[in-house]
C-alpha cells in the first residue's frame, strides 16, 4: 500500500510541475509578444498591428492556459480514483497480517516478555 501511496503522491507532483511548467511558458511567450506590441504601438504606421498581435497572443494564450487546467483536470480526477481506491485498502482490516489492524495502545497487551511463548505485543510469524 505504501508503494501506491508513494506512485500517486509521484504522479501528483509531476502532473502538478508539468502545469505549471506549461503556464511558464505560456507567461514567458505572452511578455515577448507583449513587449513587441508594444514596441509597434508606438509607431504610428504599426499601430494596428500592435493591436492585432495583443488580441491575437491574448486568444492564443487563453487557449493553451485552458488546454493546461483541463490536462492536470485530468490527471488529478484519475488520481482522485486512486486515492479513493487505496483509503478502501487502509480501512480493510483483512489487508493487515492475522485479518486485524494491529493494535497501538501498550495497555491492552499482557506483558512484554519473549520467554513465556506468547509474545502478544509482537507479530507472530
Known amino acids: ?7 500517486t503522491l509521484t504522479a501528483c507532483a509531476v502532473a502538478g510541475l508539468a502545469f505549471y511548467i506549461a503556464l511558464g511558458v505560456v507567461l514567458v511567450k505572452f511578455i515577448a509578444a507583449l513587449i513587441a506590441a508594444l ?5 504610428a504606421v504599426f499601430s494596428w ?3 492585432a498581435l495583443i488580441v ?4 492564443v494564450n487563453t487557449g493553451l ?3 493546461a487546467v ?3 483536470t485530468t490527471v488529478l480526477s484519475a488520481q482522485a480514483t486512486q486515492m479513493v481506491v487505496l483509503h478502501g485498502e487502509a480501512v480493510d482490516a483483512s489487508t493487515f497480517f492475522g485479518g486485524q489492524w494491529p493494535n497501538a495502545t501498550p495497555g ?10 506468547d509474545a502478544d505485543w509482537s507479530l507472530q510469524q
Open 70 to 72: 483541463a490536462a492536470l
Open 39 to 43: 514596441a509597434a504601438l508606438g509607431t
Open 65 to 67: 492556459v485552458i488546454a
Open 1 to 7: 500500500m505504501a508503494d501506491k501511496t508513494a506512485l
Open 49 to 51: 498591428a500592435g493591436a
Open 56 to 59: 491575437e497572443e491574448a486568444g
Open 108 to 117: 491492552q497487551f499482557g506483558d512484554a516478555t519473549v520467554t513465556d511463548g
